[in-house]
Every structure is written in structure tokens, then in C-alpha cells.
């Protein structure tokens, strides 16, 4: 079994920043490939959204109401990702959660991690 555990958010003020962090741990040995990692949202009373990823290959994306404030890293040597997270807004407030998407060898997978909080006061 693997695991994604999240650290980091939060409360913080509008126009302040934060930082995710999200590391892969247990049976790291069961995964081939971990084909991309990133970030997904969730704000009460909406679906959960992608606010960013990371391919292996370096392809990066971003939700456009974060482009130019979030910025996404990876170590893949240690199967972490990171969200840096600057300029927030009362809406950017939502459980953030860690996602991977991987192949074991035999067969695609995909992993979520429990969710952080992020609030950001207006």
C-alpha cells in the first residue's frame, strides 16, 4: 500500500501565502512510474476542481484562476510534490488534496491523499 500524506495550509489573510507539501510513503517499491503528481480543491458546496500538475516528463498545468500566483514543484526522487501558494484570495478557500498518478507494472493507478484545509480570510 501507498499512501499520500499532505502537511502544510491553513488560515492565513488575503494576499498572504502558503505552503503544501505531499510525500508518497509505504510499498514506494510497487510503483513503476509515477506518471504525474499534483493538486486538486475542493471548496464546500462545489466539485472538486484541479488547481494543478506535474507530469514525470515535466508538463505542467494549472487551473487558470491560479496561473501566475500557484506554483507547483516536484522531487521525484523522493515522490514528493509541492504547492507553493502566493497572493490567496477568500476564494481560493477549500480542502486541498494531494493526487498521483502512477503504474505499478502491470496496471495504472491513481492515489489520493486525505486533504488539507486552506482558509484565507478576507
Known amino acids: 500500500q501507498v499512501q499520500l500524506v499532505e502537511s502544510g495550509g491553513g488560515l492565513v489573510q488575503a494576499g498572504g501565502s502558503l505552503s503544501l507539501s505531499c510525500a508518497a510513503s509505504g510499498n514506494i517499491a510497487s510503483i513503476s512510474a509515477m506518471i504525474a503528481m499534483g493538486w486538486y480543491r475542493q471548496a464546500p458546496g462545489k466539485q472538486r476542481e484541479l488547481v494543478a500538475s506535474?507530469?514525470?516528463?515535466?508538463?505542467?498545468d494549472y487551473a487558470d484562476s491560479v496561473k501566475g500566483r500557484f506554483t507547483i514543484s516536484r522531487d521525484n526522487a523522493m515522490n514528493m510534490v509541492y504547492l507553493q501558494m502566493t497572493s490567496l484570495r477568500p476564494e481560493d478557500t477549500a480542502v486541498y488534496y494531494c493526487?498521483?498518478?502512477?503504474?505499478?507494472?502491470?496496471?495504472?493507478?491513481?492515489?489520493w491523499g486525505r486533504g488539507t484545509q486552506v482558509t484565507v480570510s478576507s
Open positions: 506535474s507530469t514525470r516528463g515535466g508538463n505542467i
Open positions: 493526487n498521483a498518478r502512477y503504474y505499478s507494472g502491470t496496471a495504472h493507478g491513481e492515489l
